[in-house]
């Protein structure tokens, strides 16, 4: 059984900063990559940022700058932090990912709860 779970969601003001975490666990022989969506009420999830472990991270254009993720696959977890922080970052924030149960086993997908962000004054 495979969990992702997030954590450090919360309320920040605009301009402020959060770091969200994720943890994986559970029967695991590698993580080949790991990232963040989010998604706000009536809206497709969207991608925020990927970390293919062992190349260059990408992000979307809405939080390129502002946002930094990183990760171990050792650690099986994955950050975001969240800096200039704007009203429109409120969202849902998930974490995804891409990994092998076994030797030789398929590539399956797993997605966490979600953590609430709320930016506001």
């Known amino acids: 059984q495979v969990q992702v779970v997030e954590s450090g969601g919360g309320l920040v003001q605009p301009g402020g900063s959060l770091r969200l975490s994720c943890r994986v666990s559970?029967?695991?022989?590698?993580?080949?990559?790991m990232a963040w969506y989010r998604q706000t009420p009536g809206q497709q999830r969207e991608f925020v940022a990927r970390?293919?472990?062992?190349?260059?991270?990408t992000y979307s254009a809405a939080v390129k700058g502002r946002f930094t993720i990183s990760g171990d696959d050792n650690e099986k977890a994955v950050f975001l932090q969240m800096n200039s922080l704007k009203p429109e970052d409120t969202a849902v924030y998930y974490c995804?990912?891409?990994?092998?149960?076994?030797?030789?086993?398929?590539?399956?997908?797993?997605w966490g709860q979600g953590t609430p962000v709320t930016v506001s004054s």
């Open positions: 995804y990912a891409l990994l092998k149960k076994q030797l030789g086993g398929p590539k399956e997908d797993y």
């Open positions: 559970g029967t695991i022989f590698r993580i080949s990559t």
């Open positions: 970390i293919p472990f062992g190349t260059t991270p």
